[in-house]
């Protein structure tokens, strides 16, 4: 698929509309990457000049800074800051939250300063703008319910713009009683992913997923590649993969749109 | 002697009132020992926050039965607080029921009467308090960091306000004139038959009783708060003031290492520049947290607010698979070590004498810090803004730089992001390979 560079950009002398800053996970990881290509297509679908760091683009430090390494976030963080603002980069998209709320809340104060949409949002402009369109066929009647990834929900107190989506697909969205500002966390977060838990008797991700599971849905939906990894860990150990699917909600736009 | 009572009465408030005033000094001192962070701008949004969230309960409500029944109790303590405020003025000019003569019966009447309501409600409202915290299983009430004390404690303020109530009832009961003219005793009408039978004596003997009991009491539970996780009712106000105003995902970019990274990015730096002269050379800054001081004053008033309700714990999904790390624990073990620093200060004169403990290890160990997924849900429940995870992320930054003690998974996951930008061991040039794949 055509992903071009903000490399190739400037050797063309072109400037895109916007970054997708695609992240460590979005970029290795096989499940995230799938959520990247999704999100590319849509893109495409709806003409937006983007372009991605690719080789140039390294870890935002996120993972570091809350595994409590000031020094490597910071790091990082100037590293990133100093090829984005190279680029004269000023709008940023991106499928990770941890990313978005990095880049968003703590790149300005290190010289970073920059527009940065989740794709949720982004997504959301596009279709505000008449640029996209969600077809309500493909998935109607479906029941899904949404898993809020802290660092959107909380963190930002994006609560709405999946939630918009999601219905745009015709599909009956059903909450978890834990929702919102009260949503449990996937387990992922605060540098957990890369670690095993500490002793206790549940996993956080089992846990959440019997939130989930109590809503009898057929498709899980978030907005993080991590909380995508934990769910359907969850999804795996309850036995339930032939009957329940963890998506992100570009997958289910992409989906939805035959792309 | 006819000034015996009002001498008396007087003395016991100064004392009392003094003593107070004395230990809130000390609750300042303490505070002051963190280190300085700015939480002085955007005062509008501060006062507003104020008036929503510690005056107007708005977070409390969250969770509608507790909530609901501690608006009562907390609407029942600000109002019958006027009555407090005659109290005062009858005991230091020796005048019975001042207000009535002031304001005129009806009002007065008026004003004694939803007293005496809001006394019955709160009274109602405590017993049921009483019960979820003794008898129903609620599970935030029964935590480890709960027995003893703690537990001890939160029942001793629910007596303290039971009896409260109970004085100010029968103090009105018992006050013949006032019963006799039959208004504003919406309550204590019904507890005054209970004295028909006793001589008039013996009913103003009990009356003034009450009466001084009842001041008493409130004088010795205004001295209690200092020594009890109560202080909220004070604290919460100044708390939500100072609250973080930020999006609750952005983490503070510690300053020192920002200078330090800027200038080992910077290749026009001189390596072996030596500081300007008569700038004295920096004591290198401690990074992280290991001990209160360590602290902004923003967390330590923090643990000073804290009123051990739990709603953190009960939302932590860390507490909620059974790790060992609870939120109200980080924070009442920061009260705990910052009041043994506090009398460690008072025992040397005024200077903290290194007594080989800290807030690390000898209180939160390193397992309750990493069991933290930083998902802010803490930070969220709280009614009164506190942040348990601003607490959990410097003590994980002292664990990290100061001590290199990060699990090792952690480590290795350090090292990938040093060593090729991605927390995994990937190569850098493979970054794009996704957009190849299908």
Redesign the interface.
């Known amino acids: 698929m055509n992903v071009p560079t903000m490399a190739e950009m400037m050797a063309q002398g072109k400037q895109p509309e916007v970054l997708f800053w695609v992240g460590a996970a979005g970029s290795y990881d096989d499940r995230a990457k799938k959520i990247s290509r999704a999100f590319v297509k849509i893109l495409h679908q709806a003409n937006v000049d983007f372009a991605v760091l690719g080789t140039e683009e390294t870890s935002t430090g996120d993972a570091a800074k809350r595994a409590g390494n000031e020094f490597l976030f910071q790091m990082q963080a100037m590293m990133n800051i100093e090829v984005l603002n190279g680029y004269e980069i000023k709008k940023i998209v991106t499928c990770d939250p941890h990313s978005f709320n990095t880049i968003k809340n703590e790149y300005p104060s290190l010289g970073g300063k920059y527009e940065v949409y989740h794709h949720t949002q982004f997504i959301q402009d596009l279709i505000k703008q008449g640029r996209l369109k969600i077809e309500d066929a493909t998935l109607k009647g479906k029941r899904v319910t949404f898993h809020d990834p802290c660092y959107l929900g909380r963190a930002n107190e994006v609560y709405e713009s999946p939630r918009d989506l999601i219905r745009r697909l015709g599909v009956n969205l059903t909450e978890m009683k834990r929702h919102k500002s009260t949503a449990l966390c996937c387990g992922a977060g605060g540098a957990q992913m890369f670690k095993d838990a500490e002793p206790g008797d549940k996993e956080v991700n089992v846990l959440r997923t019997e939130d989930a599971l109590e809503t009898n849905p057929n498709i899980i939906a978030t907005g993080c590649p991590y909380c995508i990894t934990m769910m359907t860990d969850g999804i795996k150990f309850k036995e339930k993969e032939a009957e329940v699917v963890v998506k992100d909600v570009v997958e289910l736009i992409a989906e939805a749109n035959n792309l | 002697m006819q000034y015996l009572p009002n001498i008396l009465f007087i003395i016991t408030l100064i004392a009392g009132i003094g003593f107070f005033v004395m230990n809130i000094r000390k609750i300042s001192r303490n505070i002051k020992l963190g280190k300085d962070i700015d939480r002085f701008d955007n005062k509008s949004e501060r006062w507003r926050n104020m008036a929503m969230i510690a005056l107007g309960q708005s977070k409390m409500v969250k969770r509608p039965l507790s909530g609901f029944l501690h608006v009562i109790v907390y609407v029942g303590f600000v109002i019958i607080n006027i009555e407090v405020l005659e109290i005062v003025i009858d005991g230091v000019f020796g005048t019975h029921r001042i207000f009535q003569g002031i304001i005129g019966d009806s009002f007065y009447a008026f004003l004694i009467g939803t007293f005496e309501i809001l006394a019955a409600l709160v009274f109602a409202a405590v017993i049921i308090f009483w019960t979820r915290r003794n008898v129903a299983n609620i599970k935030r009430f029964l935590s480890k960091e709960m027995q003893g004390w703690p537990k001890r404690d939160g029942n001793y303020i629910l007596y303290f306000e039971m009896v409260l109530m109970t004085l100010f009832i029968v103090m009105n009961a018992t006050d013949s004139p006032f019963q006799e003219a039959g208004i504003g005793n919406p309550i204590s009408q019904f507890v005054a038959s209970l004295f028909d039978g006793f001589s008039s004596g013996t009913v103003h003997f009990i009356e003034r009783t009450s009466w001084w009991i009842h001041i008493l009491g409130i004088l010795v539970f205004l001295n209690y708060l200092y020594y009890s996780k109560h202080l909220h009712i004070l604290l919460a106000f100044p708390n939500t003031y100072f609250a973080n105003l ?6 503070n ?2 300053e020192a ?2 200078n ?3 200038l ?2 910077d290749p026009d730096a001189d390596p072996y520049a030596m500081p300007e002269e008569g700038i004295e050379e920096a004591v290198p800054e401690k ?2 947290a290991s001990d209160v001081a360590d602290l902004s004053w923003v967390q330590l008033l923090n643990a000073y607010t804290c009123t051990e309700c739990g709603r953190c714990t009960s ?1 932590c ?2 507490n ?6 609870s939120p109200r624990k980080i924070m009442m073990d920061t009260r705990d070590r910052l009041e043994e620093v506090g009398r460690n200060i008072d025992e040397n004169k005024g200077e903290f004498k290194d007594d080989g403990k800290q807030l690390l290890n000898d209180y939160i160990s390193p ?1 309750e810090l ?8 803490c ?3 709280c009614p009164v803004n506190i942040d348990p995870l601003s607490i959990i ?1 410097d003590m ?6 100061e001590q290199s003690a ?2 090792q ?2 480590n ?3 090292t990938n ?2 060593n090729n ?4 061991q ?1 190569n ?11």
């Open positions: 930020k999006p609750k995902g952005q983490f970019n510690l290492i920002t330090e990274v800027k080992m990015m990074f992280g939302a999904p860390a909620l698979t059974g790790k060992k790390l397992e990493w069991a933290c997924t930083s998902c802010n849900a930070v969220e429940e992320m994980r930054r002292y664990l990290v730089m990060a699990p998974e952690l290795m996951m350090m992001v040093e930008g991605a927390p995994w990937y850098q040039q493979d970054r794009l390979n996704w957009a190849k794949e299908e």
